[in-house]
């Protein structure tokens, strides 16, 4: 991939874009240039990287040189606003939102799973949602020795995955607030629809899914999806039940999934505070149903905004400075 050294964030305030700057700088990305785009909301602002101070602007085409390369960190509504000018400029952009995600044109994609599609690619590549990530870590080793018939999934999200005003508006209901108007009553409660249900009945968080899950794993098979929010700062959590074509015993899933990039495997009951900050999965718990010899059961948790989001974008990157 042509890389001018040029990197940029768009929506650098938000949750996912300030950790995107952070794993970059942790990482120690090859930037010789910062660029740190937000909406007019952050006009007047800056951002400290690499130890310097920059201005947060709005972000236009013309501005983009070639050879750029761009973390999208806004809603889909935008991200169909600035993509398409900047990938014509000549830029390569990882984008966060769902708004590519299903594009076939367009690689969907997490390194430890599928990253042999970017060969050869140097434009538009889609990160997937947080909840999926997490999932296709898990299934991924278990698919390489198995086929998988099926996978029922039921999802505790965090509240960080719908960014910081929810965040805050968390923080408001504990210290004993009422719901703001728009807002699910968080604290204290367990809201089981991540967004508006489709006519179907499904909502958006459970269609992503299924059908992201799919499309990274090149498979067919039914995802059965249940999500639902839950009163925890950082760190999605996963009952995941999967049907395999033929019994695998759960000493021989952890032993695939402890030689995984990516994944930790755990026997102890962890839980959402124990994947903040990591950058690895957490599988654990791992056992065969005793009616069912097919059926493993496992929880799958992770820090949703860190691997969830911002790490995996910067994997993608990182993958793509590697191609020829």
């Avoid at 966060?96 to 140097?122: C, K, Q, W």
Wanted: hydrophobic share 40%.
């Amino acid at each position: 991939m042509p890389f001018s050294g040029v990197v940029g964030v768009v929506g650098v305030t938000g949750l996912v874009g300030r950790t995107m700057m952070e794993i970059l700088q942790e990482r120690s990305f090859p930037v010789t240039r910062f660029l740190a785009f937000a909406s007019d909301a952050s006009g007047g602002r800056s951002v400290s990287f690499g130890g310097l101070e920059t201005p947060v602007q709005i972000i236009t085409p013309g501005g983009i040189g070639k050879g750029t390369l761009l973390f999208g960190a806004t809603s889909a509504e935008v991200a169909r606003e600035w993509v398409p000018g900047c990938l014509a400029a000549g830029a390569a952009i990882v984008d966060n939102s769902s708004a590519y995600r299903m594009d076939p044109d367009v690689p969907l994609v997490v390194p430890e799973v599928n990253g042999s599609v970017l060969t050869g690619y140097g434009g538009l590549v889609a990160n997937p949602n947080c909840s999926t990530i997490q999932l296709v870590l898990a299934l991924a080793p278990l698919l390489s020795v198995r086929e998988i018939l099926w996978v029922s999934v039921a999802t505790y999200q965090s509240v960080s995955g719908a960014g910081t005003p929810a965040l805050d508006e968390l923080e408001r209901q504990t210290r004993g607030a009422e719901p703001s108007p728009g807002s699910p009553l968080l604290h204290g409660n367990v809201v089981t629809s991540i967004g508006p249900a489709s006519d179907e009945g499904f909502c958006g968080e459970e269609v992503k899914l299924m059908r992201e899950t799919s499309r990274i794993l090149g498979t067919r098979f039914p995802v059965y999806a249940a999500t639902a929010r839950v009163p925890v700062r950082t760190g999605h959590t996963e009952a995941v039940t999967v049907r395999l074509s033929s019994p695998l015993s759960p000493g021989e899933a952890a032993a695939l999934l402890a030689d995984s990039p990516g994944v930790v495997v755990r026997d102890g009951g962890s839980g959402p505070v124990d994947a903040a900050g990591r950058d690895e999965v957490i599988v654990d718990r791992i056992r065969r149903h005793p009616d069912d010899p097919c059926a493993l059961q496992m929880w799958v948790i992770a820090d949703n905004v860190r691997k969830g989001a911002a790490l995996n974008a910067v994997q993608i990157a990182e993958l793509l400075l590697r191609l020829p």
